[in-house]
């Protein structure tokens, strides 16, 4: 069966390709793993039908028969180990890609994620530009040690893993407020994702929802 995800109908992300779906998208692309996507609505999300596949009513979900998985970094994984292309084959290098998996989700991107909310949710509130230079901070730390581990190497450990994927993703969130590029290692690291040739078609994919145009073959 083909596996069918779920993605926002009009993304807040407006085509830019940050929407979690995307992630899942890209990974599925990289493995060569056709799918449906069912578009719902914010008030979709919130009726039953969806909250039985996410009872916390968010995007993305992945059907494929009797299976139904929420959360992006499970989905993600559960791709790369039924198809070859996202996880190394000797079970120390599977080990470490995955560990790579759990660092981008875990240690990574909350950071990014709080100053994001935070420009959003507190924009207007009185403690906000005390609190913004301590947010930042958080996140430069996070970067300068991801920067020094990377180093000169094209990927976190040896080949193009699942373990690139989401943190190429998540590094993505944090284009916008600059910081990324106060990392030369990772704006070129994020780069070389950005470039492969699964993610371009993802990112189309994606992009042809908000824009109403059909995606490139």
């Known amino acids: 069966m083909i596996p069918t995800i779920t993605a ?18 890209w990974a599925l692309e990289e493995v060569g793993q056709p799918y449906d996507v ?14 039985a596949l996410h009872p916390f009513g968010q995007i993305p979900t992945y059907q494929d028969g009797d299976l139904a998985l929420f959360e992006t970094g499970s989905i993600i994984l559960h791709v790369a180990e039924r198809r070859a292309g996202l996880l190394p084959p000797d ?13 981008a989700l875990n240690t990574v991107e909350p950071p990014i994620v709080e100053r994001e909310a935070a420009s959003y949710a507190e924009r207007d509130k009185p ?28 990927w976190l450990d ?39 040739p699964a993610y371009e078609r993802a990112f189309a994919a994606q992009l042809a929802v908000f824009t109403g145009l059909p995606a490139p073959d």
């Open 158 to 196: 040896g080949s193009f893993s699942a373990g690139d994927l989401l943190m190429v993703s998540v590094l993505l969130r944090s284009r916008s407020s600059g910081i990324l590029d106060e990392f030369p290692a990772l704006s070129a690291y994020v780069a070389r994702g950005e470039a492969r």
């Open 38 to 51: 069912r578009l719902l609505s914010f008030a979709d999300m919130k009726q039953p039908e969806h909250l």
């Open 127 to 154: 403690w906000h530009e005390d609190r913004l230079p301590v947010m930042e901070e958080r996140i430069r730390g996070r970067l300068g040690a991801l920067s020094s581990r990377l180093g000169t190497a094209d």
């Open 8 to 25: 926002f109908e009009e993304s807040p992300d407006r085509g830019r390709g940050l929407a979690r779906d995307m992630r899942v998208r």
């Open 91 to 103: 079970a120390n290098g599977r080990a470490r890609a995955i560990t790579w998996m759990f660092c």
